[in-house]
């Protein structure tokens, strides 16, 4: 009986390690991994990473930043994570201080030029500038997720 018990958590830890490995190695093949810069304005980046609310993976826009009439600087408007999930030609996003849902963009991976198309989801609501429908976004750093 003694041995069944070791054999049986034998397993069970091998199992479980297996588990966590698989875990990171889908996050080190991401096609999606890294920093991103906007290619006309090179004023955003995306960055997605590893971070997880337990519902959908997350990415990290950086708008920089906006002065307001009262001199105040804020970040850009729509700066701040998002949830994603990605569809054939598509991402449906949910900007996480929106009390809104998911709204789907077109979406287009070039994975063999590190760049990505994706419809246009954080117009200025001022509409102070000319904005594009769709916005080409180029690798710029790769980030490797942290194994434990």
Request: net charge positive; no cysteine; aromatic share 16%.
């Given at each position: 009986m003694k041995?069944?018990?070791?054999?049986?958590?034998?397993?069970?830890?091998?199992?479980?390690?297996?588990?966590?490995y698989s875990q990171n190695s889908v996050l080190k093949t991401s096609p999606l991994q890294g920093t991103w810069l906007e290619l006309t304005r090179k004023s955003d980046t995306i960055v997605f990473s590893s971070e997880y609310d337990g519902q959908s993976p997350v990415?990290?826009?950086?708008?920089?930043?906006?002065t307001t009439e009262e001199g105040f600087t804020l970040p850009d408007y729509y700066s701040g994570p998002y949830n994603f999930k990605l569809g054939p030609n598509s991402i449906s996003v949910y900007w996480f201080l929106?009390?809104?849902t998911?709204?789907?963009y077109y979406?287009?991976?070039?994975?063999?030029?590190?760049k990505f198309e994706i419809g246009n989801f954080f117009k200025d609501p001022?509409?102070?500038?000319?904005?594009?429908?769709?916005?080409i976004f180029i690798r710029i750093k790769l980030r490797r997720p942290k194994i434990n």
């Amino acid at each position: 009986m003694k041995i069944i018990k070791v054999v049986l958590s034998f397993f069970l830890v091998l199992f479980f390690s297996n588990n966590i490995y698989s875990q990171n190695s889908v996050l080190k093949t991401s096609p999606l991994q890294g920093t991103w810069l906007e290619l006309t304005r090179k004023s955003d980046t995306i960055v997605f990473s590893s971070e997880y609310d337990g519902q959908s993976p997350v990415f990290n826009l950086k708008r920089g930043t906006r002065t307001t009439e009262e001199g105040f600087t804020l970040p850009d408007y729509y700066s701040g994570p998002y949830n994603f999930k990605l569809g054939p030609n598509s991402i449906s996003v949910y900007w996480f201080l929106s009390s809104g849902t998911f709204q789907t963009y077109y979406f287009k991976l070039m994975a063999g030029e590190n760049k990505f198309e994706i419809g246009n989801f954080f117009k200025d609501p001022e509409k102070k500038k000319t904005e594009s429908d769709t916005l080409i976004f180029i690798r710029i750093k790769l980030r490797r997720p942290k194994i434990n």
